[in-house]
């Protein structure tokens, strides 16, 4: 695979006209003295949905998190539409591992939804027409209307997924950063958030997951980076090889 790949130019949602790229420049993670992730380095645009593979320990889950913004980098710069990430923090939406969601907190689907106003309104400001628009667009577009009233812990997987999608569809996130999204899910409900990632990647979203079914990757994905630390090859899905699968998770973390 091809260490750098041109990618077709996409509009990105309706509100925008221009193209929008995410680069990942150099970039190294370090926890004490342990290194996490080393010179990792891509470019992908609005409109993919790009798999991160790797066995465990290889980083995936810290790039997510240096991407939002999470972590600290220790070297490199991760831009998005030409300048820092932090300019355009509203953008980007992270959605941790469902075991490190407290799902028995108290908190109804359309009250999770209505956090991802929060960017844009602030804390304690009083929600306008636009912000209650903006929710029961998000919940409408994931078929949570119906569920609104529930309290998150009463949902299934699946569904509780969608609930933090139409969260970061209420945030008006461009970029989706997903820990593992399909791990714990039936085969109904990983189709179902299949064809959603694809959707939002059809309206101009860029999307990143990690991901560890090797066998799901071409169907779900357009581009994957394969991680074990270092970055050991990114590109189109179909550039994706058993070869080079084996020679991933053989390799010392």
């Known amino acids: 695979m091809k260490e750098e790949t041109e990618h077709a130019s996409h509009d990105c949602c309706a509100h925008h006209t221009h ?16 290194v996490a992730l080393d010179r990792v380095q891509m470019a ?7 798999a991160l593979i790797g066995p465990n320990g290889a980083g995936k889950s810290t790039l997510l998190k240096a991407i939002a913004g999470l972590v600290p980098k220790s070297a490199g710069e991760i831009r998005w539409r ?19 969601i407290d799902w028995s907190f108290p908190i109804t689907v359309r009250g999770l939804v209505e956090m991802g106003r929060y960017p844009q309104t602030g804390w304690w400001r009083k929600f306008s027409k ?18 609104q ?25 461009h970029v989706l950063l997903l820990d593992e999204p399909f791990t714990g899910l039936d085969r109904n409900a990983a189709l179902l958030l299949g064809d959603l990632l694809a959707k939002l990647a059809e309206e101009g ?12 990757v071409p169907a779900l994905f357009d581009e994957v980076l394969v991680l ?6 990114f590109g189109s899905v179909d550039q994706l ?13």
């Open 19 to 34: 193209h929008h790229e995410l680069v990942i420049d150099g970039v190294s993670v370090t926890y004490r003295d342990i």
């Open 44 to 50: 992908t645009s609005c409109g993919n949905r790009v």
């Open 82 to 100: 030409g300048t820092s990430v932090k300019k355009w923090s509203r953008e980007f939406a992270y959605l941790p591992q469902r075991e490190e």
């Open 130 to 147: 636009e912000d209650t628009a903006a929710v029961d667009t998000a919940l409408e577009s994931l078929n949570l209307g119906d569920l």
């Open 149 to 173: 009233d529930r309290q998150i812990r009463e949902l299934s997987g699946g569904q509780q997924q969608r609930a933090f999608l139409a969260r970061a569809l209420a945030q008006e996130a």
């Open 205 to 216: 979203r860029l999307v990143i997951a990690s991901h560890h079914d090797m066998a799901t």
């Open 228 to 233: 074990n630390t270092q970055q050991v090859a």
């Open 241 to 253: 090889t058993p070869e080079l699968i084996l020679e991933t998770f053989a390799m010392p973390a």
